[in-house]
């Protein structure tokens, strides 16, 4: 089972994630990545596609043009897990 952050837990890993909202209401993280175009931000989701399905844990995102939103939670966790802080890092790693 994996277990939710705890407040400390989830202050501590937000402040490595500077680009991130915090959604409270859904105990998750947000973050909109803008592209130059439709292709630009299709190749993005195709990549963090591929981050996701290696990790078993998939975003919750939308695309418009040539913007992505993801947001991220556990639902088993029933919010905000390592396995989010995990994800969003690696999607980070991807920005160079």
């Known amino acids: 089972m994996v277990e939710q952050l705890n407040d400390i837990e989830r202050a501590d890993a937000l402040d490595e994630l500077d680009e991130w909202d915090y959604d409270e209401a859904r105990d998750a993280i947000t973050r909109t990545f803008t ?6 931000a299709f190749g993005f989701m195709a990549r963090v596609a591929l981050l996701a399905e290696k ?3 998939h975003p919750e995102w939308s695309n418009v043009w040539n913007r992505v939103d993801i947001l991220l ?8 897990s390592y396995r989010d802080i995990d ?3 690696a ?3 991807l920005l160079g």
């Open 55 to 57: 990790a078993d844990h």
């Open 87 to 89: 994800l969003a890092r």
């Open 35 to 40: 592209f130059a175009d439709f292709s630009a």
């Open 91 to 93: 999607i980070e790693g």
């Open 73 to 80: 939670t556990t639902h088993d966790a029933a919010g905000l």
